[in-house]
């Protein structure tokens, strides 16, 4: 997977992913222009999305009806002395079995950002040096 970030301006950017393109800024009070989600508000899209898509398609694959599921992300980055927080609320259609609930929170912490999230990271950062535009 690759994803890219250009500025456009400011601190708004371009991000590239395969053929799509979209803008993340920061917001006013940290000296953007709140044109768009700012880079951590990204990161619990990422999250919310990943962890619907994933019961969605766990859901599909059981037969189960899942409708109008949603997943609400509230992310508090890491201070000082704590660590970061992610805290999820599963909205499910009220017809599932309590099983069915339980499966699909079992099935939500599999997905592939959470397991990122969750798992150890490593980084290899490189500079490449670039001449200015005319």
Known sequence: MHASARRISGYRHVVKVRQHRLNCDELTASGGNDAAPSPQELLAASLASCTAVTMEMYAARKGWDLRDVEVE?????AERGSPTKFTLTLRLPSNLSDEQVQR??????KCPVHRTLDGEVMFDERVERTQLAA
């Not at 992300?73 to 980055?77: A, F, K, L, M, Q």
């Not at 699909?104 to 912490?109: E, P």
Request: net charge neutral; hydrophobic share 35%; with cysteine.
């Open 104 to 109: 699909l929170k079992v099935i939500a912490t």
């Open 73 to 77: 992300c509230e992310y508090t980055p």
